[in-house]
């Protein structure tokens, strides 16, 4: 059932736009929370004089998994990021 508001967003032009609004919020969204998480990570590790101590490569691993209707297998593939040890005075080394 197609209301009103469907109707008018539909005659204004927002049936093309609506999507692609909400792809373009969530993109920026994303992308100034991992704007904010860098500059709270930089903060917090000029704060506690963090120095770097190791450094782990990522990788990319296969993966193996059933479709518990269907019994079939799904091959797939996770990738995981490299990764930086950061000793900080509070005694504690943050991977990130």
Do not use: I
Not at 29 to 53: D, M, P
């Amino acid at each position: 059932m197609k209301t009103k508001a469907w109707n008018w967003m539909r005659q204004a032009g927002w049936s093309f736009y609506g999507p692609l609004l909400v792809v373009a919020l969530f993109v920026g969204g994303s992308v100034s929370l991992g704007l904010y998480k860098g500059s709270q990570w930089r903060e917090f590790k000029s704060a506690h004089n963090c120095q770097k101590v190791g450094r782990v490569s990522g990788d990319v691993l296969p993966t193996v998994s059933f479709n518990t209707s269907t019994g079939q297998p799904t091959v797939g593939v996770a990738m995981e990021a490299d990764k930086v040890g950061w000793k900080c005075d509070d005694g504690v080394t943050y991977w990130r």
